[in-house]
């Protein structure tokens, strides 16, 4: 295979001199290109390469050791089935947790594709049902409230991976966020300023207090691409359509934005979060003193009220209030 | 020569004529390289593969939107 290569190095067609693309590691059959690392990869190099790159992750920031029990919350997706495969593959105790949400045939695919990888591995997966559970669907949820369907689901997601988590006795709760992800929520946080969410996107979140799960994100250092192309490489049968509900999404809108500035300049949103991550996350963490208590209603924990007299009830507790009505009270008459 | 071309998600087919590579296909498609695999026979392409006449690949979107 030849291929034109610019003066710094990126491939580019039809300018040029024209040389032979050799993988960066063996100098094999190119399979991929990582234009912001200015390199490409053989299959076996590249799985290498993101292996590599989750083991950095976890050994950086401590995620998780081997002892540790995780459960790796997937969807069915590239990212998270993509991660449940790189923990297995590394030897760590992982099991897996899908949320049912209740979003009609793309739920049950979702489920379905996660119990058929479960079940080639011999890996356990839990399955919880968020309207058998909670008595609402992410598609009834969306609109009310306030809340946007992702901003529900997002929410309704963070609460049920924690309780999961304490319930079963698991050490850590692993998410698939890859580094387009991060920088895509670092790029919407910015443009708001909005410093409390900020200080709190880290890959990591100890838990700080009793209630709380320590949530990793091993994936921060792998592209979106990335996982897509593991998956196809490695011959992960994933869920490729797209949530019914994402329409107009803000995320995907900051992802757009930073995929044009990364395409005229490659390691922009490796830059972005990078320079975060290493110069800025912990000033504002330093900053960051949001008070917690424990939750009236569920004892989960939650942000202290600003009137000490208020009732402190969490976020999910607040939105399934408003989402699920009590029955009638019916007066029976006594005998 | 025409290449056909299957983008997802959305799920749509295009016929494209007289793309001698990859990253002439995708440049045709308005469509940025980073944000997409391109699939041919089940195995990834390069941008600077070369494609042939009557080639099927999938051009498939890596943004996943969420959260």
Known sequence: ?335 | MVVTARLRPPDRVVEVADVRRVADLLARLEVLQGAVLVIRDGALLTSQDELHDGDKVEVRFAISGGG
């Open chain 1, 1 to 335: 295979m030849t291929a034109t290569r610019s003066r710094s190095g990126s491939p580019s067609a039809g300018e040029g001199d024209t040389v032979a693309m050799r993988c960066k590691r063996c100098r094999g059959t190119v399979v991929i290109e990582v234009r912001r690392h200015n390199a490409a990869f053989c299959r076996d190099c590249f799985l290498h390469y993101v292996g590599q790159q989750v083991t950095r992750a976890i050994a950086k920031y401590r995620m998780a050791g081997h002892t540790d029990r995780l459960l790796v919350a997937v969807s069915g997706g590239k990212d998270s089935l993509a991660l449940w495969d790189l923990l297995l593959e590394l030897g760590y105790q992982a099991d897996g947790l899908y949320l049912s949400l209740g979003i009609g045939a793309y739920s049950e695919r979702s489920k379905a594709v996660c119990q058929e990888f479960a079940a080639e591995r011999g890996a356990t997966l839990l399955v919880h049902d968020l309207a058998g559970e909670h008595g609402y669907t992410i598609p009834e949820a969306a609109g009310k409230g306030g809340r946007s369907s992702c901003g529900v689901c997002g929410l309704s997601k963070r609460y049920v991976f924690n309780r999961a988590a304490l319930d079963g006795g698991y050490d850590v709760v692993c998410t698939g966020h890859n580094l387009d992800d991060e920088a895509a929520v670092l790029f919407g946080n910015t443009l708001r300023w909005d410093t409390a969410a900020m200080a709190r996107q880290f890959p990591v979140l100890e838990a700080t207090r009793p209630g709380l799960v320590k949530k990793v994100k091993p994936l921060y250092r792998v592209a979106e691409r990335e996982t897509a192309a593991y998956c196809v490489l490695k011959g992960i049968d994933y869920v490729v359509e797209e949530c019914p509900l994402v329409a107009g999404n803000t995320q995907m809108r900051h992802k757009e934005t930073l995929n044009q500035m990364e395409e005229a300049a490659p390691g922009t949103k490796h830059n972005f979060l990078f320079g975060y991550l290493d110069r800025a996350a912990a000033l504002l963490k330093v900053a960051d003193d949001a008070d917690l208590t424990e939750c009236a209603r569920c004892g989960m924990t939650t942000l202290a009220p600003e009137d000490p007299a208020a009732e402190a009830v969490c976020a999910f507790c607040r939105s399934k209030a408003r989402l699920v009505k009590p029955l009638p009270i019916v007066e029976v008459a006594s005998r």
